[in-house]
Each structure stands twice: as structure tokens, then as C-alpha cells.
């Protein structure tokens, strides 16, 4: 199998399956116990805490697990509305969220808050400028993501971390870093951000386990009431399998960072020099900022059609969050490209693990799909 849809999920590493095994099959204490066995189920947890931290760039207590980066992005916006109630009902995000920011964002406009969206321009970018006139004295939370799951474009986070502290409103900045975390270099304080959330799955580590980064100092309402898990943030036992993996995916990631960022850049742009190579009607619809993430397109050849016959053939890539019975996804609509570009649009996303060759058949399959479809026409 090639496997070129690491923004979907990724392989758990073998370190992360290793750390999971253990806890599950030794370590398997609950952390709240007060007998020896609990207690070094406690301490595991508190170095993995700093592992999982050390590789957000945070303080251990900053970071509050969660099953999820849905969770977390959830959490982080009630929250973040909660806090600021008193203070205005107006929300700033953008039209190119994930879904777990979007619907919270719409529940609350249910409920009467305002909520501006910042449109991306054709490739998929966020004008810092239109972010900074749309704060306003009531704006109580802006929620942008660090990287886009389907176009890999970075955007403005910390340009709009400035723009929020030079306006003085009292807006929260949430950033989504699901697709950002351990890809694109930054730490919560350099992006000046109060919120920030990630996933397990899209990191090498098993899915289930996520986090959310709250700056230290701003007290929040927790996500559930319970136990005292997490500082009584996040109740609820502790995963202690899955918060291991996660953090023995972030130690290996850390420890390979630069090998890793340069190999999948690497078969990232040889994919894209292979695909334009090789397919002249062949469009980049995003190159992506992000090492990871490109999207392109062969227009006149569906997604669903292309993914179809790419899995016949024993490779995976998405038509992204891409496309939903014949219509371009939310993300790729709001580029304003044509629409036949966007029907036909692939995401094709590398892991450390992905190779020049993968991409390579990736491009030599694509290839041959078309021949067969012009010849049978
Ligand atoms: N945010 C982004 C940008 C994502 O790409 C995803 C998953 O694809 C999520 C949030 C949701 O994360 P999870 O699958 O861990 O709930």
C-alpha cells in the first residue's frame, strides 16, 4: 500500500505502539491511586505531560488532554465565549476552518452571536489586514487555524495576535495547530495565541488522544464536571496508553526533527515537479506553505472517481475533506476557483515515512487512469 494521506491520519510509529503496550500491559495503574502501583502510573503520566509539552513549547501545566483535536477546538470555544460574556458577543474566524470549529462557531450564532468569517483569497491565504478591521471593542474570541487540513496554507496567527493587542479589544486568540503540530516550527508564546489544540493521530500516535494549550494564568471553565483529573479541567480517568504513545510519537518526531521535515518537503516537491511533469492539464491548486500538504487537480476527472481507482491500484490519497456527493468541500469552494478545477481536486499529504517514489507512482497511476479514460472515449 502507498499511503499519501497522512492530513487524514498517520501510522503510529513503532516507539508509540511500544509506550501504548507497556502501559496498557504493566503500567496499567490508575494515576488518581494512592498505592505504588498508582503512583508510578502518576509519575509516567507527569513525564509524559512534559514530553507532550516540551514538544508544544509550553509549560506542562499549560496543556490539559483531551480524546481529541475535535474536543479541544470545542472546549476552547465555548470556553473562550464563556470568559468573555460580559464583554461582547461578536466572534471572528474564517471560512476555511475545520468542522469542529465551524459548527461550535455556528451553535453560538444560534444562540445571537455575531460572527464575522475572513474569506481566503484563490490560494487559499488570510489577509492580516481584513482580520485587523474586523476586530471590534466587542470582539470576544478569534479562532484561526495555524495550517488548513486540505490547501496546507499557513495562516496570520501571530500578525493576528498583534492586530488583537494593538486594537485593545478583549478577544480571545484560539488557534487550531492540529495540522501545524510538530510540522511547522512555533511555540504558543511566539504566536501569542491563549488557546491552542492538537491531535494525536496526525502525529504518529493512536487515535483518541489530543490536547488543548491554555495560557497559563487564564482561568477558564473546564470541558466537563468530575473528578479532579487534569487540575479538574478535563475529567474523567486519564488515558494513560494513549497519553504515553502520544508522547513517545512527539520524543522520536523531536528527536528526527530536522531528517523529518526535510524528507517530507522533499517528497512533497517531487511530487509536484512529477505530477507537472507528467500531467500538463494537470493544476496545483495549493503547493501548500505546510511541509506535508499540497492539493492538485485534474479537471474533467472527478475526485471520487480518481480516489476510486487510485485504491484499486493500492494508494490512498483524499479527494479531501475535499468533495461531498459531486460538490467541492468548504475549504476549496472558498478559493473561488472553477468548479471543474475543484471536482477534480486530490489532497495528497506525506509523512516522515513517505518517499520520492511513492509520489512518483502516485503520478505514474494518475497517469494511466487518464490514458485508459481517453482511449475509452
Ligand atoms: N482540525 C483540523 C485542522 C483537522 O485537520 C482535524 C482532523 O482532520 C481536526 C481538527 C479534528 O481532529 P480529530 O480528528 O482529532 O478530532
Request: charged fraction near 20%; proline fraction near 6%.
Amino acid at each position: 500500500m502507498i499511503y499519501l494521506d497522512n492530513a487524514a491520519t498517520t501510522r503510529v510509529c513503532p516507539e508509540a505502539v511500544k509506550a501504548a503496550i507497556a502501559v496498557m500491559a504493566e503500567g496499567f495503574g490508575n494515576p488518581s491511586s494512592r498505592y505504588a502501583h498508582g503512583v508510578a502510573a502518576a509519575e509516567r503520566l507527569q513525564a509524559d505531560r512534559a514530553a507532550v509539552a516540551a514538544a508544544v513549547g509550553c509549560l506542562p501545566e499549560e496543556l490539559f488532554f483531551t480524546s481529541c483535536g475535535t474536543e479541544g477546538d470545542n472546549w476552547a470555544i465555548r470556553a473562550a465565549v464563556e470568559y468573555g460574556k460580559r464583554k461582547g458577543r461578536h466572534i471572528i474566524t474564517t471560512t476555511i476552518e475545520h468542522s469542529a470549529v465551524l459548527e461550535p462557531i455556528r451553535a453560538l450564532a444560534s444562540q445571537g452571536y455575531e460572527v464575522t468569517y475572513l474569506r481566503p483569497d484563490r490560494w487559499g491565504h488570510i489577509s492580516p489586514q481584513e482580520l485587523a478591521t474586523a476586530l471590534r471593542p466587542d470582539t470576544v474570541l478569534v479562532s484561526m487555524m495555524l495550517v488548513n487540513n486540505e490547501l496546507g496554507t499557513i495562516l496570520p496567527v501571530k500578525e493576528t495576535a498583534a492586530a488583537i493587542r494593538a486594537s485593545g479589544c478583549p478577544a480571545l486568540l484560539h488557534t487550531d495547530a492540529v495540522q501545524a503540530f510538530l510540522k511547522v516550527p512555533f511555540t504558543p508564546n511566539d504566536l501569542g495565541v491563549d488557546l491552542l489544540t492538537i491531535s494525536g493521530h496526525k502525529v504518529r500516535a493512536p487515535k483518541g488522544i489530543g490536547a488543548l494549550y491554555i495560557r497559563k494564568g487564564l482561568r477558564l471553565k473546564p470541558m466537563l464536571l468530575g473528578g479532579g483529573q487534569e487540575n479538574g479541567m478535563r475529567p474523567g480517568t486519564e488515558p494513560t496508553a494513549q497519553i504515553a504513545a502520544l508522547a513517545a510519537a512527539c520524543q522520536v518526531w523531536m528527536d528526527h526533527r530536522e531528517r523529518y521535515a526535510s524528507g517530507i518537503q522533499r517528497a512533497k516537491k517531487h511530487f509536484l515537479d512529477v505530477f507537472s511533469a507528467a500531467l500538463p492539464q494537470g493544476v496545483v491548486v495549493s503547493p501548500g506553505d505546510a511541509p506535508h500538504i499540497c492539493a492538485v487537480s485534474l479537471p474533467g476527472y472527478p475526485s471520487e472517481m480518481l480516489v476510486r481507482e487510485l485504491s484499486d491500484r493500492g494508494i490512498c490519497v483524499s479527494s479531501g475533506s475535499a468533495c461531498h456527493r459531486g460538490k467541492p468541500s468548504h475549504v476549496f469552494a472558498a478559493t473561488g476557483r472553477p468548479k471543474g478545477e475543484l471536482l477534480g481536486v486530490l489532497r495528497v499529504s506525506f509523512s516522515p515515512e513517505s518517499t520520492p517514489e511513492e509520489g512518483e507512482a502516485l503520478v505514474k497511476a494518475l497517469v494511466e487512469i487518464c490514458s485508459a479514460r481517453v482511449a475509452a472515449r
